[in-house]
């Protein structure tokens, strides 16, 4: 069958990428329509939110607040891969089961309640929201990541035990290699995760900066267009990891592609 | 190994599954197969309707489960050991997350065999099956027959004496399926000591791959109930009935006829 730009709006269509694109690019352009012509006089223009980026970031020091950002989520990341992996391969030891389900259903206490238990074991400071971050992050992580190898087909394990594979090889190949995909992806769900818990953690301690703490100041002193320069900075740097986690995957697990049904 | 020596000895299998007595006293041998001049491993064509409980007892062949009571014996007279018996699943399957080429190499390091020799030996599997162009592609960029032979070749990476097929000639087109019955033939006469054990119920395949014959069956009391779980209702030996190792055995009026009577005894199981 020919594809037309008429597939676009019939369902379960494959279209070009070309009219894939050009879709994108009238949505985005819808979007800046609405905005421009949005009747909220509280909204900022996309002119005023265009200068007060341009300001925060050439004379408030942006840049700065960035990176710091950056830093402390990559930092987090990092411990929560660590952990949060450690944990959920440990899973296939059935002693470990329950410790791992308790992990897990941590992530309905919340940060804010935490703030003062992880300060007297952190000390305060970088560390502290590091911890918070760090245990935020995790307990999503490993109740995605254990489920994941709860799901394991069985067949698998025999496959490799008549391969006369022993059972450390067996956890290398199907539990950690052959999850190494569906880890990626989480991944890259946690990093946006964590990327929505850095107002609250960065708030915490205001003094050390970040894009959370200048936000909460912008917020208070009422500074609409700068709230609005951040988020936009926000979402663009989130934008850009969440590609950059994607082209990861695709190049170190170019098999999972090939799995997912193109329609 | 001495003439007409017991290869396998299943003696007396018995699994109960879900309450209900799967496997039921199944006891059967698969001999050693001699022809002066020739060397010839032996192939076991095991026969029975869906859900009777194939798969279960390969399972205990394969040493991957236990039964509840009876025992499995190799060629040593002992047990053989999970890893020691080739499996090739009734879905072929592979590391999905390795090349073909990598499959087979997991493979033979699997089996603490050093790097270079799996390499070596994957390689030369690989032409031999027709996939020494799919060497680099992933499991789910191979058609079914593809899928199949690699799955195949993987598990003969390492030398096994044992190997134990489940449905492996599902799903495929009458060519297709010529070349699998000779790739078993090859497979199973290259080795002595080598046993092929065929599950499937395409009953003219196995007849004509095979040199034994096992239906596996549940008994039925006179008004047609089923009365026990499974086991095996009947043994044909090809080789005493001169079905067995001949080109073209299929066109011999008394394969047609055994065919016959075996499709009809199936029909009751
Ligand atoms: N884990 C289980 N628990 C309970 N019953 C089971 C289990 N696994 C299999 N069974 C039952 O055991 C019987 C035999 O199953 P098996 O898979 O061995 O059949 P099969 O002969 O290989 O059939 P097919 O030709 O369709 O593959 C079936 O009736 C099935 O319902
Ligand atoms: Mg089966």
Redesign the pocket.
């Known amino acids: 069958m020919n594809r037309t730009a008429l597939d676009a709006v019939l369902p379960n269509r494959v279209i070009d990428p070309g009219i894939a694109l050009g879709l994108v690019a009238a949505w985005v352009a819808l979007g800046i329509a609405v905005w421009f012509l949005s009747p909220f006089a509280t909204l900022p223009t996309p002119g005023q939110v265009g200068a007060a980026l341009g300001d925060l970031w050439l004379h408030a020091g942006l840049a700065q607040e960035l990176f710091t950002t950056l830093r402390l989520i990559l930092h987090s990341l990092a411990w929560t891969v660590v952990i949060a992996l450690l944990l959920s391969y440990a899973t296939v030891l059935p002693a470990v089961r329950p410790l791992v389900g308790a992990v897990s259903k941590l992530r309905f206490l919340g940060l804010t309640g935490l703030v003062i238990p992880f300060t007297l074991m952190t000390g305060g400071g970088y560390d502290l929201k590091v911890a918070l971050l760090a245990f935020g992050m995790t307990t999503y992580f490993v109740t995605a990541m254990a489920q994941v190898v709860a799901d394991i087909p069985r067949d698998q394990f025999d496959h490799m035990r008549t391969l006369g594979a022993g059972e450390l090889r067996i956890l290398w190949e199907v539990v950690i290699l052959g999850t190494a995909d569906k880890a990626l992806d989480i991944l890259r769900q946690n990093l946006a995760i964590g990327w929505t818990m850095i107002t609250m953690v960065e708030g915490i301690s205001r003094a050390e900066g970040g894009l959370g703490a200048v936000i909460l100041n912008e917020n208070k002193h009422f500074k609409l267009p700068e709230v609005y320069a951040i988020m936009v900075l926000i979402l663009l740097v989130g934008l850009v990891l969440d590609y950059g986690m994607g082209l990861l995957s695709r190049t170190v697990c170019p098999y999972a592609e090939l799995d997912r049904v193109r329609r | 190994m001495a003439p007409d020596s017991v290869v396998l000895d299943v003696k007396d299998v018995r699994q109960k599954?879900?309450g209900?007595q799967?496997l039921d006293g199944v006891t059967f041998q698969v001999h050693d197969r001699v022809r002066p001049g020739t060397t010839t491993g032996q192939v076991t064509g095991l026969l029975?309707p869906?859900?009777?409980?194939?798969?279960?007892?390969l399972r205990l062949i394969a040493g991957l489960d236990a039964p509840d009571q009876g025992e499995i014996l190799g060629p040593e007279g002992t047990p053989m050991p999970v890893g020691s018996v080739g499996v090739v699943f009734?879905n072929y399957i592979l590391l999905r997350h390795r090349t073909v080429l990598g499959n087979l190499l997991a493979a033979g390091t699997a089996n603490g065999m050093p790097r270079r020799e799996a390499e070596e030996q994957a390689r030369a599997l690989l032409s031999r099956f027709g996939l020494a162009d799919r060497a680099d592609y992933y499991p789910a960029q191979l058609s079914g027959g593809q899928r199949q032979r690699a799955a195949i070749a993987q598990q003969l990476v390492k030398q096994k004496l044992f190997l134990v097929l489940d449905?492996p000639f599902s799903g495929l087109d009458s060519a297709a399926l010529e070349n699998v019955i000779e790739l078993f033939s090859r497979i199973a006469h290259n080795h002595e000591d080598q046993t092929l054990i065929i599950i499937t119920?395409d009953i003219r395949a196995a007849m004509m791959v095979s040199d034994t014959l096992l239906l596996l069956g549940r008994d039925h009391d006179t008004s047609g109930k089923i009365a026990s779980g499974a086991r095996i209702q009947e043994q044909i030996d090809l080789v005493a009935e001169g079905l067995a190792w001949r080109e073209h055995v299929e066109l011999d009026p008394k394969f047609v006829a055994l065919e016959r009577s075996v499709k009809a005894r199936f029909a009751r199981l």
């Open positions: 599954l879900g209900k799967i029975g869906s859900g009777v409980g194939k798969t279960r007892l009734q449905e119920h």
